[in-house]
């Protein structure tokens, strides 16, 4: 967020007209931004900058379409005002000192707390979003140091009071990339998720930069700074300088390759026409940005000291900055075990428990979760996953080579929930979570006191995804459903096979992974419908339930069979390799025995085969010209194709149509597909390390995203390797009552 057009310019001596501050809006627009705080409802006889705010504001939601304009509203006279305008967003103030809050606010911090929640309340009912923006968290200006458990305190009041975002604000810039650190881990510790943190640092050390690395290396997502590095609290006294300079963050960012869409080039120039024609500076403060300038003033052959024009095509551009800062790029704090570097993945923030009896469709729930950056808690029974044992081991004694894939990047914790302390410390973990993952029977967290109804009075947040056989309800709902049985069940397994043949199974569980899919897909859609009921992304949207079922995650498989059925009673069956009532289409075999696979069922598709083929006649008779009429003849057809196979190798096949661009292609083995140049360049496989050292090929997960991709940083952990690291770090608990519940077999 942009703040210069309010905490840039409330404490500059030069009163800035409407007009002028109005035409800073529309730069930063130009430029790219998309989050500017707008201005303030402010007493304009305490801050005189801010008497044109219900102009200020009015004028920029005419006119910045898809751009957010929070507002700062010290009370409820403020809020009201700032509704009056149209606002949707608010930014309230809270001080982390006594004396500073007495100074500024007339009030204790716990009075000032009081007030705030009455405004958070009020800013609710009226649909406005609500941020809070926690002053001299790094640094008082009478007291000194601030102590971070202080202010951890105060922001999980203001989250758990329904703030979205809590900012903390180093008003007198006197934090340091250790005190930074230390407040985001008391921040973090206190149970405050950090995609739900913002900061703002103020420079006068020149440490603001810094600081912001440090809290983007945290999971911070959302950082504040004002363009030309201006600003500074009027109340904050002497010595305290300007905010972090837009273009110095943004040069940051860009050098850790972070998309922000950003011109650079803008960003620069509206700072320097800031502080030189509007505030009678001589230069911008953003090094950063003198430094674009001098650039792009050398290039044009321009003097150094010239005023830029009020607008420069992009194209003139040699720096247009990539970086973004929005919860969807955060960065990644967890060590890297791979030894690559840091990488910034879309759902870092994100916390989830996955528990369940250790099977594949809620295990590569919680993986893809954690491919792409969630902290995801895998909880095992004392004895482990049944996973860690199935098929090939690592060692004799040792886990599952599938485990290392189904269990990568994933923390483990051994809790026995047979036992009531053990279930107890589950809802612990949960209540700290945005996300549960489980895969038991309907009924197993009813029959524990845990249904998601009541983990959701602790957590209203929580998003509860329950993988089973056939669902949460219905006649079946109580049965167990292996992805064997409910491929068989949803349909897949009845057209699997060969006409009058018993229906096959792939030598996979097809089933699982669906449903893995489909579990996935239904958490990032409650994710994000959580975020919409605030208007802003926050904590004030409700979490729900995710049911999914196998045996439906199949069922979505069958394409038309269930309009055909209803309207024709016409039941689809097994057709070995071939697809019913689309041709051509099917498996061939070839001269040295392979097989190659063949689609050309659109009527150019078939042309362009039979042309590739030397069969001119085909490809002009009238009787295939399209799909209805090649079906009534697919026998003919086929034979025709077989017949051209069959004379040829399976490379030689391939090649012509790739020659006639009719899709065509082999099958592989897992043998094939590792030594296949296009996975390899497609980056299809990653490296994990075993205990013993020795490296180990699992797949890559899918979607490939261009700015946030996810990626492998680990291999399955050892049984309860995190029991105590994520006790201590979630439930606060110390070692003593870990050792008496580690005696009592509670934890392992």
Not at 10 to 18: A, R, S
Not at 112 to 126: F, P, S
């Amino acid at each position: 967020t942009d703040v210069s057009p309010r905490d840039g310019l409330q404490n500059e001596k030069t009163q800035v007209g409407t007009a002028r501050k109005l035409e800073l809006v529309r730069r930063l627009t130009a430029a790219g931004l998309r989050s500017i705080e707008a201005t303030a409802f402010v007493n304009p006889k305490l801050v005189p900058q801010m008497a044109d705010a219900s102009e200020v504001l009015r004028a920029c939601l005419q006119e910045g379409v898809g751009v957010a304009y929070p507002v700062l509203v010290p009370n409820l006279k403020g809020l009201e005002a700032a509704k009056a305008c149209g606002a949707k967003e608010v930014t309230i103030l809270v001080a982390a000192s006594d004396t500073f809050a007495q100074k500024n606010t007339n009030c204790t911090v716990d009075e000032n707390l009081q007030r705030a929640t009455a405004i958070l309340k009020a800013a609710a009912e009226m649909g406005i979003a609500a941020r809070a923006a926690i002053s001299v968290c790094l640094g008082c200006p009478y007291e000194g140091d601030v102590r971070p458990e202080r202010v951890a305190e105060v922001a999980l009041k203001l989250y758990e009071a329904g703030c979205r975002e809590v900012v903390l604000c180093d008003t007198i810039g006197t934090g340091t990339p250790a005190s930074t650190r230390r407040l985001l881990e008391a921040v973090q510790g206190a149970g405050l998720p950090m995609q739900h943190v913002a900061v703002h640092f103020h420079d006068t050390y020149g440490q603001a930069v810094a600081n912001t690395l440090v809290a983007l290396q945290h999971g911070v997502a959302m950082a504040d700074a004002a363009v030309g590095g201006i600003g500074g609290c009027p109340f904050a006294g002497p010595g305290a300088s300007g905010n972090a300079a837009t273009e110095d963050l943004l040069q940051m960012l860009d050098g850790m390759g972070i998309e922000t869409g950003v011109d650079m080039q803008k960003l620069a120039e509206t700072g320097d026409w800031l502080c030189r024609d509007v505030l009678g500076r001589e230069e911008s403060i953003s090094k950063a940005g003198q430094a674009v300038l001098r650039q792009s003033r050398a290039l044009l052959g321009k003097p150094a000291a010239a005023a830029p024009a009020a607008t420069t095509s992009s194209s003139s551009s040699s720096h247009s900055s990539t970086a973004r800062t929005t919860s969807a790029s955060r960065a990644q704090s967890d060590s890297d075990d791979t030894g690559s570097s840091r990488l910034l993945l879309p759902l870092t923030g994100i916390r989830v428990v996955e528990v369940g009896p250790g099977l594949i469709a809620g295990g590569w729930t919680g993986a893809t979760l954690a491919y792409f950056g969630a902290d995801v808690v895998k909880v095992e029974p004392p004895e482990g996953d049944a996973i860690r044992k199935w098929r090939h081991l690592e060692s004799p004694g040792g886990n599952s080579l599938w485990w290392q894939s189904i269990a990568r990047n994933k923390r483990s914790v051994a809790l026995d929930l047979r036992q009531a302390e053990g279930r107890a410390l589950l809802r612990g973990l949960v209540g700290k979570a945005d996300i549960l993952v489980e895969n038991f029977k309907p009924g197993t967290l009813e029959k524990w006191g845990l249904a998601p109804e009541e983990l959701r009075r602790q957590n209203p947040g929580l998003v509860v995804a329950r993988v089973s056989g056939y669902g949460q309800t219905g006649p079946k709902s109580s049965e167990p459903g292996f992805a064997s049985v409910c491929e068989g069940v949803g349909g897949f397994r009845y057209v699997n096979g060969v006409p009058g043949e018993a229906p096959v199974r792939p030598n996979l569980s097809v089933g699982d992974s669906l449903a893995a899919m489909n579990a996935t897909i239904g958490i990032l859609l409650a994710l994000v419908r959580r975020g919409r009921l605030s208007s802003a992304g926050g904590p004030c949207g409700l979490g729900q339930d995710v049911d999914v079922s196998i045996v439906e995650s199949v069922f979505g498989m069958l394409e038309s069979c269930v309009p055909e059925y209803d309207f024709l009673g016409e039941v689809r069956q097994p057709s070995g390799s071939s697809l019913t009532g689309i041709v051509p289409t099917g498996t061939y075999p070839c001269k040295d025995g392979g097989y190659t696979i063949i689609g050309a069922n659109g009527d150019s598709l078939f042309k362009r085969l039979m042309q590739a083929m030397g069969r001119s006649d085909l490809a002009d008779d009238q009787r295939f010209a399209d799909n209805a009429g090649r079906c009534s003849h697919q026998a003919l057809l086929d034979a025709a194709i077989t017949e051209w196979t069959s004379a040829h190798s399976a490379a030689e096949v391939e090649a012509t149509c790739r020659a006639a661009a009719v899709p065509c292609g082999p099958i592989f083995s897992v043998k094939d597909i590792m030594e296949d140049e296009h996975f390899k360049a497609r980056n299809c496989f990653e490296t994990v390390q075993l205990r013993d050292g020795r490296p180990l090929k699992v797949p890559a997960i899918g979607p490939k995203l261009s700015l946030t991709p996810g990626c492998t940083r680990r291999g399955g952990p050892t049984l309860g390797e995190h029991t105590t690291e994520v006790l201590r770090e979630l439930l606060k608990m110390s070692d003593p009552e870990m050792d008496a519940l580690r005696a009592s077999g509670v934890i392992s």
